[in-house]
């Protein structure tokens, strides 16, 4: 085989000069990631050679070797693992072949700068991190199977890499690092024993180390006591424990927020170890995003990202489930509509809400920090896990007029807070929060001391139906239909003015009506306003306005609903087109400023008036006078 040069792909360019010049302080991390890959590497021919028995017909002993020379400043990480072909080799290592990584650099770039060092380990830059502490790195590899090449790939971290023949004559990978100068302590016997301790305890295989010229020796003590953490007794393990094996797992750079760890036993039999992200990933919400858990069977590793463990709404857990009961050979076929895995998926599910439920119980300070980064998430599974709805609901929390700028109460509290004479849960669909809280429909409410819940989040708008129903009390709209306030007494008497006041508008009514036929339905009185002058009123079944903003947005088609323009006779503006009704009725000045209302109504729902440009001027010109 020719020895051929490579240039780098753009952003693995850029990515290692990330990686090398500012993002890593712990440098040491290095070995972290070399081990996990040789670990990964033996994972995935154990995997394989379940179904192809070429894979493994060395029958090999699995291991991780590290040879540490002082002398020649040389580190090599050995593992007898998959390997890789030359195209392997080429894509695994030449270019970064995930897709949120461009999104990662050009969110770097446009100033998200400050979370790099938490985001960074999630593009599985694991293998850069090398050129930390090398000048130069080569990887001599023969991948499994029969009619394999050794291949030598080799680079300095800068111009590129080459490829070329390798005389590796056992399957599996060996990488060399020429460790720069100041980075020598790093290749002390006692370091390397550390760090291996400190961040590669869990490694499922031998770990062993050989330093200043002698060979491994296969019956030494390994430095690792590849205990899978899952399957130790609870009480033994520290919290740094965790987090370091969390951190393994995830790259994540903090801690976890919650770990669970638990065995089920009896008619199934499974270990999980759980945790729960402190914040979200980058690709929470992108279509090829990972999903959380990995799969052992009786302590092998089976695979990731399997969806049938948990339903998509929770795929921000993270974790291990190591199963007793399902056969090694098992396939992501299988796993579909196993029954095993379904009672799995169902424990697991039931223990992720009880533990959410815990946590907002006990820390609801931090259950609300977690619900800003996950509740979207969530959210889906209302739509999705019928189930577990009354669960769920109990695990929401919403924004409401009562709540501070940027607190939320969950439907207990807002529950606990009606009035004995309130039946239902009141809420407005709105685009931001500060749309709601001036939205009109509010006033009245705020007047009587009820709370409304706002819905801001895209997605409230489809969970609606889902929610149906909370301890007894349907959730209403306070934008759709009638909602009559107050006591039986106050409503006839507000019945009463509102009779009085009609005689005197009707004809200013009328007269706005005719203006505005072909968008509004009606116009009439009402006393649901206080500080506004005017708002719109939806049929109870109609679509909402934010609704109709979003169909709209998306290029859909809007039926068009002539919705009820509803004035307020206290408001100072009503007063006043009253008086000049009389005089001015046939001046077409007059009645631009009549349809004002309309106008003001829309923006004040977070719509767009009409004809915007016109409506600044009439605006304007009033402002002037
Ligand atoms: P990740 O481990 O998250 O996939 P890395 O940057 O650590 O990312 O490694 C990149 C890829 O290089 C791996 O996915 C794997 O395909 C390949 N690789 C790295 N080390 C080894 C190894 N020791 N044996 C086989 N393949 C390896
Ligand atoms: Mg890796």
Redesign the pocket.
């Known amino acids: 085989m020719k020895t051929k040069k490579y240039a780098f792909k753009a952003e693995v360019s850029e990515m290692l000069d990330l990686v090398v010049h500012s993002l890593y302080s712990k440098k040491e991390i290095f070995l972290r ?2 081990i ?3 670990s ?2 033996i994972e ?1 021919a154990q995997y394989l050679g379940l179904t192809d028995k070429t894979i493994i017909a060395d029958s090999p002993a699995w291991e991780i070797n590290i040879v540490a020379d002082k002398a020649s400043r040389k580190l090599q ?1 050995s ?1 007898n ?4 072909t030359a195209e ?2 080429e894509s ?2 030449g270019m ?1 072949a995930r897709s949120g990584t461009q999104a990662f650099l050009d969110s770097l770039k446009s100033g998200g700068g400050t979370s790099a060092p938490d985001m960074i380990g999630q ?7 090398a050129f930390m502490v090398a000048s130069t790195v080569t ?1 001599d ?1 023969l991948r499994r199977g029969a009619d394999q090449t050794a291949v030598r790939w080799q680079s300095d971290g800068k111009d590129g890499y080459t490829i070329g023949a390798s005389d590796r004559a056992t399957p ?2 060996t ?1 060399t690092l020429d460790i720069m100068p100041e980075h020598e302590h790093l290749i002390e016997e006692w370091q390397i024993k550390s760090l291996v301790k400190r961040y590669s305890d869990f490694i499922a295989y031998p770990i062993r180390l050989a330093v200043d010229g002698k060979e491994i020796d296969p019956d030494s003590e390994p430095l690792n006591t590849m205990r899978a953490l899952w399957r130790r007794d609870k009480s033994g393990i520290k919290p740094e424990e965790y987090a370091e094996f969390y951190k393994h797992l995830t ?1 994540d750079f903090s801690d976890p927020l919650r770990t669970i760890h638990y065995a089920a036993e009896g008619q199934l039999e499974f270990r999980a170890l759980l945790f729960l992200p402190q914040k979200p990933t980058f690709d929470l919400f992108m279509p090829d995003r990972k999903h959380g858990l990995q799969l052992y069977v009786r302590n092998v590793f089976i695979g990731s990202d399997f969806e049938e463990l948990l339903p998509p709404y929770l795929r921000f857990v993270k974790g291990v489930v190591d199963s007793s009961d399902l056969p090694l050979n098992v396939s992501r076929e299988m796993l579909q509509d196993d029954v095993i895995i379904s009672k799995i998926r169902k424990n697991l599910v039931g223990r992720i809400l009880s533990e959410l439920e815990a946590l907002k119980r006990d820390d609801l300070k931090a259950y609300t920090d977690f619900f800003r980064g996950f509740g979207r998430v969530l959210k889906e599974g209302l739509h999705f896990d019928y189930e577990n709805g009354d669960k769920l609901k109990e695990l929401m929390l919403f924004a409401s007029d009562r709540t501070a700028d940027d607190g939320l109460i969950s439907l207990r509290q807002y529950r606990n807070a009606m009035p004995s004479t309130q039946q239902e849960i009141y809420y407005l669909k709105a685009e931001t929060l500060a749309n709601a809280r001036g939205n009109p429909h509010v006033e009245a409410f705020r007047k009587r001391e009820l709370d409304v819940l706002f819905f801001v989040d895209p997605i409230d708008e489809w969970i609606i139906d889902a929610l149906g129903e909370y301890d007894g009390c349907k959730f209403r709209a306070i934008d759709q239909g009638e909602i009559e306030l107050g006591t039986e007494e106050e409503k006839s008497q507000a019945k009463e003015k509102l009779k009085d006041d009609e005689q005197q508008f009707r004809p200013l009514l009328d007269f706005i009506h005719a203006r505005l036929t072909d968008d509004i339905k009606e116009v009439r009185l009402s006393n649901r306003l206080t500080d506004s002058a005017s708002c719109l009123v939806a049929d109870e079944a109609a679509m909402n306005p934010s609704m109709r903003r979003m169909m709209q947005a998306m290029g859909q088609e809007v039926p068009k609903t002539r919705r009820v323009l509803e004035l307020n006779p206290s408001h100072p503006l009503l007063k006043r087109l009253l008086e000049r009704f009389e005089t001015e009725r046939d001046s077409e000045e007059f009645a631009k400023q009549a349809e004002l209302l309309y106008d003001l109504a829309l923006v004040a729902e977070g719509s767009q008036p009409r004809d915007p440009h016109a409506f600044t001027l009439t605006l304007a010109s009033r402002l002037a006078e």
């Not at 593009?123 to 991190?129: D, I, K, L, M, S």
């Open positions: 990631e070399l996990s890959n040789a990964d590497a995935r990480i593992d693992g998959i390997g890789m392997e080799a695994n290592l970064i593009f599985g830059v694991g293998f850069y991190a990887v590899t599996g990978t990488i790259h």
